[in-house]
């Protein structure tokens, strides 16, 4: 019992059924606790609300995930960027949305260009250059227009209301484009080179370079995903506000980067895994979701409660790694004596 | 050219490569031929990992040709290198622990499905399978690879690379961390794909394996290539001095000292003391008023039973004596209370604090042994730099000096003087003379003889320059793999003995 626990602990699934675990807590709580919590569209809902987060969840997980203090910061300001652009051609041009929308995910992708160009090739710190493409995006969010600018677009506003009925419920089409979005990163990452480079490039860069690895490139393609994932995401999140602002997405970088970590991605790199991710941004949406139930809160616990769980989930990590390097010493100690190691 | 070219599969010539303010390599020269098992040889740091890294592409020489399989190549990164046939185990461990085994096996090269995703399963049975029967261990390959010890690691790794296509393959060390039994596996390997015409690099410490498993050997000392040797032409003590630079001279006797040893009590006593991969089953002793030396190459082990002997190493087995007790010990702070005081080889890392003044480094030792918050009076302080700056007639302008300002000899002094202050019964003294003119040079080793006669402490003295050990000792161990060969005493302490000693051929009288 002892052992079987031990080694789901030092399992590197560990994180991902803790969070699990809490999920149903949490949901679980609010249904006892609330009339009508309990139901399939409440479910949905946290996706509905949510799709924006988890596109860009998805992308800032990559980033992370590729070690060497990776992170992009700018994922928040290129969300605004987004949503003001299609904002602003959709009012001054005659554009299709259908043109409007690959746009703004090629500044999704330039953004990422930009940053993976200087961490990859100048070696410097992705904290440092996305916080420079960061405050740029906002800045030029800022020039395109200081004011709120509503989306009219009678078509965009049509694919905005698009959705789609599963029994007595209904999902979005932002809903529906972020859990593609999942299903793809998750087969990526687990199933093509690409994806298991960035694990071992986070895991020891030194290392997967020596294996043969192309870090730089490994590298610059994770930025890229991060931008076109926060573009997409600045799509998805013009469905739900329909205008541009310079205020959009404020500190989405660090819900996105908290969702990460509680889903079990490790700031170190190397270790994370996308559905525990989406599943951090889904525990997060419940707390929500029960706090506006309860109704005399403010939505601000939900800041609290997420704090304090980043917490918990950082200590968590650190004794999880901490078992680890203990139970591996015991094997060394126990290899090196040559002796088999008592039960 | 004498020789036939085509025996040869790769010419390096004139290689040179520099690091920010080191030359590593100079005018190096290697030639590998068809299906033969070739040893670099050289102490640490005489640039055989820079010139097996450079022939992989991961350092850009600066200078020089590579000639490989008949024409001129250029790597630039690991992954060319890979592709045209070398394959490599560098010296430190390059896998990545928070992958699975199988696919640190297969990272780059992952077996397929149909759709051109990674087969999970293949690749796990194919790891399985691999590692049973080339390597002879059955682990569970989907676990990630730190959830194995450091050995089995380096078992992954050789697997991965003997299971590549190559035409060269390149061993940096990787018995360092290995069991007998394991070396064994890694020999039959390597014979295996000898017999196919692999070409092998191998480099080790061990000159037990480099005779038992290689066809000829290159030899580098600081960058330079010394030359290349059929080992079995090569007696072992020429392959010594050649890498250490220093003809065998049978008259080589160059002794001041007194060599009795003294008839006293044990300071401390080693029995049967094992730390893994580090210290292999050392019994010893150190007798109270003796210098006693640990003799050996580089990389041989000395400094990790000073180190186990300060308590910055556990051991795992054995027992240790101090003053005829024996003692746990879990930290260095419990060997600075059983008075005994350790300045390290590399004082720059772990010696001084540059932008402390003289007195304050004088007093860290004492400091530390107090306790950090027992405060010493200034007065006090500045009367035990005093006694120590004129004791060891260190040249400075005042106690307050910056250390970081002082020459290399005298910045030693001090720490030996921060060391003294402790007032030990056993004073370490690892390469106390590395880097420093000959006047003070002599001066140290005067002062250890000194401390011993005089002062009834017991010094242990490490260094790799021969004529200082005979200087000094009045008993040398002799220490190679990390375990003690033999020990010379009194009037057998020569730089010829020990030279044969370190080559084996000598085994005294101990
Ligand atoms: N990455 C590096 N940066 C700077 N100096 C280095 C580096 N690697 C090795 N050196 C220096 O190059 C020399 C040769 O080192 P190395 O090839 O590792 O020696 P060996 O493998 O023979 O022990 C040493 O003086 C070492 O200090
Ligand atoms: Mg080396």
Redesign the interface.
């Known amino acids: 019992m002892r052992k079987f626990f031990s080694n789901l602990v030092a399992s590197p699934m560990f994180s991902f059924y803790v969070t699990g675990l809490l999920f149903i807590i949490l949901f679980g709580f609010g249904s006892v606790s609330f009339e009508g919590f309990f139901s399939p569209q409440v479910f949905l809902n946290l996706f509905i609300d949510n799709a924006p987060l988890i596109i860009v969840t998805v992308g800032i997980t990559f980033t992370i995930l590729s070690g060497g203090g990776g992170i992009d910061l700018s994922v928040g300001a290129v969300v605004s960027l987004t949503c003001m652009t299609l904002a602003v051609l959709m009012r001054d041009t005659t554009l299709s949305p259908y043109v409007c929308m690959p746009l703004v995910l090629l500044i999704g992708i330039a953004v990422g260009l930009i940053n993976g160009f200087f961490i990859t090739f100048f070696k410097l710190q992705p904290f440092i250059v996305t916080l420079g493409t960061m405050f740029l995006c906002r800045g030029l969010t800022a020039m395109l227009s200081r004011d709120s600018v509503g989306i009219s677009n009678e078509e965009y506003g049509n694919l905005a209301f698009t959705s789609f009925e599963i029994g007595d419920c209904f999902i979005s089409l932002g809903a529906c484009i972020a859990l593609v979005v999942v299903v793809i990163a998750t087969i990526v990452l687990r199933y093509t080179s690409f994806g298991r480079g960035v694990y071992a490039i986070g895991g020891n860069e030194q290392s997967a370079r020596l294996m043969g690895l192309r870090v730089d490139r490994i590298r610059l393609a994770v930025y890229v995903i991060s931008g076109f994932c926060a573009a997409l995401g600045g799509i998805a999140y013009s469905w739900i506000m329909l205008s541009g602002y310079t205020l959009h997405g404020l500190g989405m970088e660090m819900d996105a980067i908290a969702s990460s970590v509680i889903g079990g991605t490790q700031l170190m790199g190397g270790v994370g895994f996308i559905p525990g991710t989406v599943l951090g941004v889904m525990i997060q949406g419940t707390i929500l979701t029960i706090i506006s139930f309860q109704g005399t809160l403010s939505a601000w616990w939900t800041k609290i409660v997420v704090g304090i769980l980043l917490c918990l989930f950082i200590v968590m990590q650190a004794i999880v790694t901490e078992h680890r390097n203990k139970l591996m010493n015991l094997k060394a100690e126990s290899s090196g004596k040559k002796a088999p190691k008592k039960a | 050219m004498q020789e036939k070219n085509d025996d040869y599969i790769l010419h390096m010539k004139n290689i040179d490569m520099f690091f920010p303010g080191v030359k590593a390599l100079k005018d190096a020269t290697f030639n590998l031929k068809k299906g033969e098992i070739h040893s670099l040889m050289g102490e640490n740091g005489a640039g055989k990992s820079t010139l097996v890294k450079v022939l992989t592409g991961?350092y850009q020489k600066t200078n020089g040709t590579i000639e490989y399989d008949g024409r001129l190549i250029e790597p630039k990164?690991?992954?060319e290198s890979?592709?045209i046939g070398i394959s490599?185990v560098?010296q430190?461990?390059?896998?990545?622990?928070?992958?699975t085994v199988a696919?640190n096996i297969y990272?780059?090269r992952?077996p397929r499905g149909k759709l051109g995703?990674?087969d999970w399963a293949t690749m796990n049975a194919n790891a399985k399978k691999l590692l049973h029967e080339e390597m002879g261990i059955d682990i569970d390959v989907t676990k990630?690879l730190?959830?194995?010890?450091?050995?089995?690691q380096q078992m992954i790794a050789i697997a991965?690379a003997v299971d590549t296509q190559c035409r060269i393959l390149i061993l940096d060390e990787p018995t360092s961390s290995l069991?007998d039994k394991e070396t064994e596996r890694l020999f039959a390997i390597m014979r295996k794909l000898k017999a196919q015409g692999i070409s092998i690099i191998f480099i080790s410490h061990f000159l037990e394996q480099i005779y038992t498993i290689c066809d000829r050997v290159t030899i580098l000392r600081d960058g330079v290539y010394i030359g290349e040797y059929d080992l079995k032409d090569l007696p072992r003590i020429q392959l010594i001095s050649k890498m250490m630079g220093k003809e065998v001279r049978e008259d080589d006797i160059e002794s001041n000292v007194d060599k009795s040893v003294p008839e006293e009590t044990d300071v401390i006593a080693f029995d049967h003391v094992t730390v893994?991969?580090k210290v292999k089953d050392l019994t010893m002793n150190i007798k109270k008023g003796e210098v006693i030396g640990l003799g050996g190459l580089l990389g041989s082990g000395r400094t990790e039973i000073a180190e186990t002997m300060f308590g910055i190493m556990q051991k795992?087995?054995g027992t240790i004596k101090i003053d005829g007790t024996e003692v746990s010990v879990k930290s260095p702070m419990d060997m600075m209370m059983k008075r005994i005081a350790f300045c390290p080889e590399d004082r720059k890392v772990q010696g001084i604090i540059g932008d402390l003044s003289v007195r304050e480094n004088i007093i860290l030792a004492m400091q530390a042994k107090a306790g950090m918050f027992k405060h010493m009076p200034r007065s006090k302080q500045n009367e035990l730099a005093d006694y120590y700056i004129k004791l060891l007639r260190i040249k400075v302008s005042d106690r307050e000096q910056l250390i970081k300002n002082l020459s290399g000899g005298n910045q030693q002094k001090v720490i030996i003087a921060r060391w003294l202050a402790t007032e030990p019964n056993l004073l370490i003294l690892d390469e106390p003379t590395r880097g420093i003119d000959v006047g003070t040079k002599t001066e140290i080793e005067g002062l250890a003889v000194k401390l011993a006669k005089e002062n009834r402490m017991s010094v242990v003295f490490i260094s790799g320059e021969m004529g200082e050990m005979v200087r000094t000792c009045s008993r040398v161990l002799i220490i190679r793999d990390h375990e003690k060969i033999t020990e010379l005493n009194g009037e057998e302490i020569s730089t010829a003995h020990i030279m044969q000693a370190i080559a084996g051929d000598y085994h005294g009288h101990a």
Request: aromatic share 8%; glycine share 6%.
């Open positions: 991961v990164t690991p992954l890979q592709q490599t560098y430190e461990v390059n896998l990545c622990a928070n992958l696919e990272i780059g992952e995703q990674i990630v730190n959830f194995y010890p450091v050995a089995m991965r069991s893994p991969g795992t087995n």
